[in-house]
Nanobody
């Protein structure tokens, strides 16, 4: 059973950095693709970045490319966020889907993911 727990959110000034972490405490965490999403009130959940099971392949939304970096270390996935702007303010969610469904070289879509964390708030002022 996959259980995801995020941490690392908080408040930061524009131009600053934060690193989000997500621990997958479920069995065989390395067989899951991991992704980060974000959501603001009244808007759909937006895919931010995704990483393959081995951590060698990633994909980013255009809005964060060059500023955010997704990485993983066994059952922990990270999102390093640099050069933050107020537009990055959102609730950030970690998500997982099993690799049997195949890799998609594009921004992740929320409906494809089965497992979700509780979210961590990021506020940039």
């Amino acid at each position: 059973h996959v259980q995801l727990v995020e941490s690392g959110g908080g408040s930061v000034q524009a131009g600053g950095s934060l690193r989000l972490s997500c621990v997958n405490s479920g069995y065989s965490g390395s067989t899951y693709y991991m992704a980060w999403f974000r959501q603001t009130p009244g808007k759909e959940r937006e895919g931010v970045a995704v990483i393959s099971t081995g951590g060698t392949t990633t994909y980013y939304a255009d809005s964060v490319k060059g500023r955010f970096t997704i990485s993983r270390d066994q059952n922990i996935v990270y999102l390093q966020m640099n050069s933050l702007t107020p537009e990055d303010t959102a609730m950030y969610y970690c998500a997982a889907r099993h690799s049997r469904s195949g890799w998609y070289s594009r921004v992740p879509s929320a409906h494809e993911y089965n497992y979700w964390g509780q979210g961590t708030q990021v506020t940039v002022s």
